[in-house]
């Protein structure tokens, strides 16, 4: 399973829309991990292949994402990225969490388990 492409727009109508609303508001029914990338950064893309692996194994309970910050500018800049690469890790319920610089596989499953699926969990 590929990580689908966010643009401006689709993360505006599917993910958050920061336009109308300043805080948090996830439109989105599973957890979500978005990986922002370039393609002329070489950590973006080994986080890629990670998020690649990741996608699937998680991919029915969790959504994948990436957004080419090249490309959406504005999307880098509503959240102030100071690093190439990041991956935000947005649980269904709560705030986001950034996560800049370079993820390895075992961090990023880490965090899948503490702040992604710790509610689904809980659930079943």
């Known amino acids: 399973m590929q990580p689908k492409t966010l643009n401006t727009e689709n993360f505006i109508s599917s993910i958050h829309d920061y336009v109308h609303h300043r805080e948090w508001i996830y439109k989105g029914e599973k957890p979500a991990i978005i990986h922002f990338w370039t393609d002329w950064c070489s950590p973006s893309q080994r986080v890629k292949k990670v998020l690649r692996e990741l ?4 991919g029915d309970l969790i959504d994948f994402y990436r957004v080419n910050v090249d490309e959406e500018q504005e999307l880098a800049l509503e959240f102030g990225l100071m690093h190439i690469p990041s991956v935000l890790f947005i649980p269904s319920q709560g705030e986001p969490m950034m996560q800049p610089g370079e993820i390895r596989e075992d961090v990023a499953r880490e965090l899948i388990s503490r702040i ?3 509610n689904l969990k ?3």
């Open 55 to 58: 996608s699937v194994e998680y």
């Open 122 to 124: 809980s659930a079943i």
């Open 116 to 118: 992604l699926l710790c």
